[in-house]
């Protein structure tokens, strides 16, 4: 019996240790990050010196520039630029639209509007007609023998009741991708589309949109909330005519990189765990919580483990994943190469939510996996991140999954205020707060941590 109980005493501790050791370690990378992060910095220098950095722009190439030097400096043993060919697709002048009516006299107001990525302009002469307002597709297929000749605006709101504001753009986003196909089956000459917000200010939010090869390509563009709701007004007692101008058009693909930084495995080196974020962004804003805040943080993850001297078991590479926005040529072509090296991808994780509060992380892993996950949560409650999901992955890292079936992970941050800023003027460096920034890295380390230790 004494044997017995020693043996589970043993047992016990030697479970406890390892804890109090991860415990002790997360700390060590918290307090590394928390006091000598470089991250905020280096976010500044991305946004205010580079700015815009669409794929195929000057701002791309000054970026991928930026991100191989910071990648070095924060202590990659390797770094590399992965070629891939991007599209270029160019907004090539001022988005412009005013509406007018009659409303005892002659009124004309501008709109504030901005062309969706890789539509087609208006041409030089611009574009006016009768605006027909829809508030989703099946009112579009009621209102079909009113739309030829005329502008379709996508009247769809955010739904409100979503907690999680993503599901609210899952939800409302296809007016933006699909609407202007959409309309053009049914003779339609132009698209204005609500912006993907449920913000209280009148910055239009860009974004791409799809054209289906089966019909004509419309001009389209985002319009701000107020200007969309005062034009939904407008719509009610009388006909409203909108005029467009916008130059939007593609140049020919051109040659872009994913920026690599590498630490080498010390136990199982052919391993590979896969953490990072996407260096393009819109060209109508500094892109910083899209996506500048998961390209710093990555490179932070980097920094700070080697400044705190670990050797990871597995091997580690810290990815600036070029053309998500407007392409995923840069996940792709990562995927692609993985796959033609016969390399193994065991984990990978993408920061691309903004650099808000971290709340938790959503996974697309087994039952098995899953349940190991959630053994780590006491040792991420610390720091915030505890609520453990099954529903995530992010679209750079997609390839990965669907190409091996790479268990994958996506940071999750607090997203009330996301679609606030996404993809609009007011992504800027000033809306990103130090502290959420930092306390985003030191989840992701922690993760990386467990996952590089007792593997998936």
Same mark, same amino acid.
């Given at each position: 019996?004494?044997?017995?109980?020693?043996?589970? /005493?043993?047992?016990?501790?030697?479970?406890?240790?390892?804890?109090?050791?991860?415990?002790?370690?997360?700390?060590?990378?918290?307090?590394?990050?928390?006091?000598?992060?470089?991250?905020?910095?280096?976010?500044?220098?991305?946004?205010?010196?580079?700015?815009?950095?669409?794929?195929?722009?000057?701002?791309?190439?000054?970026?991928?520039?930026?991100?191989?030097?910071?990648?070095?400096?924060?202590?990659?043993?390797?770094?590399?630029?992965?070629?891939?060919?991007?599209?270029?697709?160019?907004?090539?002048?001022?988005?412009?639209?005013?509406?007018?009516?009659?409303?005892?006299?002659?009124?004309?107001?501008?709109?504030?509007?901005?062309?969706?990525?890789?539509?087609?302009?208006?041409?030089?002469?611009?574009?006016?007609?009768?605006?027909?307002?829809?508030?989703?597709?099946?009112?579009?297929?009621?209102?079909?023998?009113?739309?030829?000749?005329?502008?379709?605006?996508?009247?769809?709101?955010?739904?409100?009741?979503?907690?999680?504001?993503?599901?609210?753009?899952?939800?409302?986003?296809?007016?933006?991708?699909?609407?202007?196909?959409?309309?053009?089956?049914?003779?339609?000459?132009?698209?204005?589309?609500?912006?993907?917000?449920?913000?209280?200010?009148?910055?239009?939010?860009?974004?791409?949109?799809?054209?289906?090869?089966?019909?004509?390509?419309?001009?389209?563009?985002?319009?701000?909330?107020?200007?969309?709701?005062?034009?939904?007004?407008?719509?009610?007692?009388?006909?409203?005519?909108?005029?467009?101008?916008?130059?939007?058009?593609?140049?020919?693909?051109?040659?872009?990189?994913?920026?690599?930084?590498?630490?080498?495995?010390?136990?199982?080196?052919?391993?590979?765990?896969?953490?990072?974020?996407?260096?393009?962004?819109?060209?109508?804003?500094?892109?910083?919580?899209?996506?500048?805040?998961?390209?710093?943080?990555?490179?932070?993850?980097?920094?700070?483990?080697?400044?705190?001297?670990?050797?990871?078991?597995?091997?580690?590479?810290?990815?600036?994943?070029?053309?998500?926005?407007?392409?995923?040529?840069?996940?792709?072509?990562?995927?692609?190469?993985?796959?033609?090296?016969?390399?193994?991808?065991?984990?990978?994780?993408?920061?691309?939510?903004?650099?808000?509060?971290?709340?938790?992380?959503?996974?697309?892993?087994?039952?098995?996996?899953?349940?190991?996950?959630?053994?780590?949560?006491?040792?991420?409650?610390?720091?915030?991140? /505890?609520?453990?999901?099954?529903?995530?992955?992010?679209?750079?890292?997609?390839?990965?999954?669907?190409?091996?079936?790479?268990?994958?992970?996506?940071?999750?941050?607090? /997203?009330?205020?996301?679609?606030?800023?996404?993809?609009?003027?007011?992504?800027?460096?000033?809306?990103?707060?130090?502290?959420?920034?930092?306390?985003?890295?030191?989840?992701?380390?922690?993760?990386?941590?467990?996952?590089?230790?007792?593997?998936?």
């Amino acid at each position: 019996m004494r044997a017995f109980l020693f043996l589970l /005493s043993f047992l016990l501790v030697a479970q406890i240790l390892p804890a109090q050791d991860d415990s002790l370690m997360i700390r060590k990378i918290a307090d590394e990050i928390l006091q000598n992060s470089k991250a905020y910095e280096n976010l500044r220098v991305l946004t205010k010196q580079i700015g815009g950095r669409l794929a195929g722009s000057p701002g791309m190439v000054k970026a991928e520039a930026w991100g191989a030097k910071t990648m070095k400096e924060s202590g990659a043993a390797n770094t590399w630029l992965q070629e891939c060919m991007v599209p270029h697709w160019v907004r090539g002048g001022k988005d412009e639209a005013s509406a007018e009516y009659d409303n005892g006299k002659k009124i004309k107001k501008t709109l504030d509007i901005v062309a969706l990525g890789n539509s087609i302009g208006t041409g030089p002469k611009g574009l006016k007609a009768q605006v027909v307002e829809v508030k989703s597709f099946a009112d579009l297929e009621e209102k079909k023998d009113q739309v030829k000749g005329k502008i379709v605006f996508y009247n769809y709101k955010f739904n409100p009741n979503f907690v999680k504001t993503f599901n609210a753009y899952s939800d409302a986003v296809k007016y933006r991708g699909q609407g202007p196909s959409q309309a053009a089956r049914y003779g339609a000459v132009g698209v204005i589309v609500r912006s993907m917000s449920h913000s209280t200010d009148n910055n239009p939010h860009t974004g791409s949109t799809r054209y289906d090869s089966a019909y004509p390509k419309l001009p389209a563009v985002a319009i701000g909330l107020k200007d969309a709701d005062e034009l939904s007004t407008l719509l009610k007692t009388k006909p409203v005519s909108v005029s467009l101008k916008t130059n939007g058009h593609f140049l020919p693909d051109t040659i872009g990189h994913n920026v690599i930084g590498e630490l080498k495995g010390s136990t199982y080196p052919d391993e590979i765990i896969t953490i990072g974020g996407h260096l393009d962004s819109w060209d109508n804003c500094e892109g910083a919580h899209d996506d500048g805040t998961g390209c710093v943080q990555t490179m932070e993850i980097l920094r700070s483990l080697v400044a705190l001297g670990y050797q990871p078991k597995r091997t580690i590479r810290f990815v600036l994943f070029a053309n998500e926005e407007n392409g995923l040529r840069g996940g792709t072509k990562y995927a692609a190469e993985a796959k033609a090296k016969n390399e193994k991808h065991v984990f990978a994780l993408e920061s691309d939510a903004g650099g808000f509060t971290p709340r938790g992380f959503g996974f697309t892993v087994s039952d098995a996996q899953f349940q190991k996950i959630l053994s780590w949560k006491p040792l991420l409650e610390p720091y915030g991140a /505890s609520d453990l999901t099954r529903d995530g992955g992010g679209a750079d890292i997609g390839p990965l999954n669907r190409t091996f079936g790479t268990p994958v992970a996506e940071l999750n941050p607090d /997203s009330q205020r996301y679609f606030d800023i996404h993809h609009s003027r007011n992504d800027v460096f000033e809306n990103v707060n130090k502290r959420e920034l930092e306390l985003g890295a030191v989840n992701m380390a922690a993760l990386i941590y467990l996952v590089d230790k007792y593997g998936l």
